[in-house]
């Protein structure tokens, strides 16, 4: 399994960009997707994360409601629109896969990045204020 990001860029504060990430192999609809962000100097946390159908999603607190993940399973890209951004969002954000099981799990599942078995290289994004 091989995971592409790409959409990264330098942007002003109250600016917008659209990651994606495109995942190689045929069980992408079997994967939940996540975004991870590493600022420099600060380990590496978690952003944002999406069911294998997208039925459900779970966000940071620090980018709720302004952050959007949506997943395009024809596609095999996992998206995160990102809005309103601030100059503490500026990290380097990698996408990560795992496999979903069907049935109802709690958000840990889908938050903690040791359970994600699958990384693609980071994309940077700065944001200027």
């Known amino acids: 399994v091989q995971l592409q990001a790409s959409g990264g860029g330098l942007v002003q504060a109250g600016g917008s960009l659209r990651l994606s990430c495109e995942v190689s192999?045929?069980?992408?609809?079997?994967?939940?997707m996540a975004w991870f962000r590493q600022a420099p100097g600060k380990e590496r946390e978690f952003v944002a994360a999406?069911?294998?159908?997208?039925?459900?999603?779970y966000y940071a607190d620090s980018v709720k409601g302004r952050f959007t993940i949506s997943r395009d399973n024809a596609k095999n890209t996992v998206y995160l629109q990102m809005d309103s951004l601030k100059p503490e969002d500026t990290a380097v954000y990698s996408c990560?896969?795992?496999?979903?099981?069907?049935?109802?799990?709690?958000?840990?599942?889908?938050?903690?990045?040791?359970?994600?078995?699958?990384w693609g290289q980071g994309t940077q994004v700065t944001v200027s204020s």
């Open positions: 999406i069911r294998r159908s997208g039925e459900s999603t």
């Open positions: 990560a896969a795992r496999v979903d099981p069907q049935g109802s799990y709690g958000s840990h599942w889908y938050t903690r990045e040791h359970l994600y078995a699958y």
């Open positions: 192999g045929r069980t992408f609809s079997t994967y939940a």
